[in-house]
């Protein structure tokens, strides 16, 4: 089986900082997986050396391997990922309409430029995503215009036109209320049970769909621990992941934490 994710022994630097030393992980293809640890422990990073925007330091004995492949053309790369991160959610011009957030997916730019071209095919592929997320009537909209879920709609739709088979996603429900995550939230359900196969990096245990079976504990650079979902979403695992007395609650396939008593 190739993996989506096999890297082996990685160093990477972000300016002065070491996150990772020597990480090795493998992540199967196919298998809906959340990557779980507190801020700083490199959970981002790790995204953007699967999406082929940060590269670790050369060393013979490593690698990353991104389904099956070393080397991609990073544009290629993109067309089987689609990537929601918020850094994107600035990186639009507040004028931008919603439809060309959808239709610069398929370049996997951000914006549009006069050098592509977008014909029916792009433009119906368009509005079947945005009725799919319920954003169709918000083509027209300034993007700088809109509420944060309308925008994360939009992010996701962006990721979704070219129909790839992973979805990477960066905190994905992060300052959305109760309500815009759970819609969010259900999306992804929908989308994990049609096949798409999900990554999902996060802090908030809650935000973890009952589809995702496998977890990923990522602390200071290093795996803690990765197996089930319900081995790996225990007090004891979560209190020593977040470095503090935590209870964790099952309900409906929803894990939530409380502080220990
Ligand atoms: N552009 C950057 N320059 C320097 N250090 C960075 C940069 N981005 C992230 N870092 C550092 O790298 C570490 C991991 O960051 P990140 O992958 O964003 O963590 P997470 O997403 O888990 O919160 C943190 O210590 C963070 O401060
Ligand atoms: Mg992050």
Known sequence: MTALL????VTVFRGRTQVFAGLTLRIE????????GPNGAG???????????????????SHVKVLGRERWNVWDLRSHLGIVSH??????????????VILSGFYSSVGTWRNQSFGQR??????????RLGIEALRARAFGSMSTGEQRRFLLGRALVNDPGTLLLDEPTSGLDLRT??????????????????????????????EVQHVV??????????GRREDMLTSEKLSELFD???????????CQVFPAA
Request: aromatic letters at 4%; hydrophobic letters at 35%; a negative charge.
């Open 181 to 210: 995550s759970f819609l969010y939230r259900d999306l992804l359900r929908e989308l994990a049970r049609k096949g798409t196969t999900i990554l999902l990096v996060t802090h908030h245990v809650c935000e973890i769909p009952s």
């Open 29 to 36: 293809e196919g298998c809906n997986t959340a990557i779980l």
């Open 87 to 100: 850094d994107m959610q600035h990186e639009y011009l507040p004028g931008t309409p919603g439809l060309e």
């Open 217 to 226: 504990l990522l602390k200071q650079g290093r795996v803690l621990a990765q």
């Open 43 to 61: 959970k981002s990073t790790l995204l953007k050396m699967v999406a082929g925007e940060l590269f670790p330091v050369f060393s013979p004995d």
């Open 6 to 9: 096999d890297m082996r022994n």
């Open 122 to 131: 792009e433009h119906r592929r368009a509005e079947e995503v945005m009725e």
């Open 244 to 254: 503090c007395p935590l209870h964790a609650v099952s309900h409906n396939g929803t």
